[in-house]
């Protein structure tokens, strides 16, 4: 079997792949020759100005190390604050959960003292008796101490001091007399009213002639100078009516007239 011989297309295109692959490889030579890379002398004997160069590429990679480590220095410094600065976090949570304990304790401690006092409050109230409408009016002369601690204003000490002033009296003639006992509110006569026969039934009444300075300094309406003069001017005249007493300098006209229901001779 005979070969075929090449065509000169093939032998031109042959020639020419040789010659491109020639230049090429001549150009790389003459490429690698101009970096040095081929150059054996650049390598034993480098030029001057590259110490230069890799002097200044070490400086300049010491100075980006010392910045490095700067910068790992800083974010250390950067973490460790934000450590402290969260432990203190957790240690105010930990102070503020604490105090909220102790303030829901203390709420309750309240709430707990609020509530005995209310139901205490509210057991007082229910022993309070219900005072009355205003326009209610009483006998001053009648009127016990329940009844007195109705009114508005008056509870039981005030009603104790009106029953002894009353009866250290021997009754009220006018309702006025009531606002003369110690510590009733001014206007409390318009709860009180008395008979028309009041100063007829005064069950107590004083004989200037025969009681005794006790007897007689114990009455409201009389002082202690008051009955001085009584006693020395009955030692030597009977007291006959109360015009007697007008002629002492102790008496005034008002004072005898508020002590007229409560006498005798």
């Known amino acids: 079997m005979r070969r075929s011989r090449p065509s000169h297309s093939d032998l031109f295109k042959a020639t020419v792949c040789v010659l491109l692959l020639v230049l090429g490889?001549?150009?790389?030579?003459?490429?690698?020759?101009s970096r040095h890379y081929l150059d054996d002398a650049f390598y034993s004997n480098p030029p001057a100005f590259d110490d230069s160069v890799r002097a200044h590429r070490e400086a300049e990679k010491a100075r980006r190390h010392a910045e490095y480590e700067a910068?790992?220095?800083?974010?250390?410094?950067?973490?460790?604050?934000?450590?402290a600065r969260h432990e203190a976090?957790?240690?105010?949570?930990?102070?503020?959960?604490?105090?909220?304990?102790?303030?829901?304790?203390?709420?309750?401690?309240?709430?707990?003292?609020?509530?005995q006092r209310q139901a205490h409050y509210d057991s007082l109230r229910?022993?309070?008796?219900?005072?009355?409408?205003?326009?209610t009016v009483v006998d001053a002369n009648a009127a016990d101490t329940a009844t007195l601690k109705r009114i508005p204003g008056i509870g039981s000490v005030l009603a104790r001091r009106i029953v002894r002033y009353r009866e250290s009296l021997g009754g009220f003639v006018s309702p006025k007399q009531v606002e003369e006992v110690n510590g009733v509110p001014a206007g409390a006569s318009r709860w009180f009213k008395v008979g028309k026969d009041a100063e007829?039934?005064?069950?107590r009444h004083l004989d200037l002639?025969?009681?005794?300075?006790?007897?007689?300094?114990?009455?409201p309406y009389l002082s202690y100078?008051?009955?001085?003069?009584?006693?020395?001017?009955?030692?030597?005249?009977?007291?006959?009516?109360?015009?007697?007493?007008?002629a002492l300098p102790s008496f005034t006209a008002a004072d005898l007239r508020r002590l007229e229901p409560y006498v005798s001779f």
């Open 126 to 135: 229910a022993l309070w008796p219900e005072k009355f409408a205003e326009g």
């Open 71 to 83: 910068r790992r220095a800083e974010w250390a410094a950067e973490k460790a604050a934000r450590q």
């Open 200 to 203: 007829a039934e005064v069950t």
């Open 209 to 219: 002639n025969r009681d005794d300075f006790r007897t007689l300094v114990h009455h």
């Open 25 to 33: 490889a001549l150009a790389l030579t003459f490429f690698l020759r």
């Open 89 to 115: 976090w957790l240690d105010s949570q930990a102070v503020w959960s604490a105090r909220r304990a102790q303030w829901a304790e203390e709420k309750a401690e309240r709430a707990r003292l609020r509530a």
């Open 225 to 246: 100078e008051q009955v001085r003069d009584i006693v020395n001017y009955r030692r030597h005249h009977p007291i006959l009516s109360l015009r007697t007493l007008a």
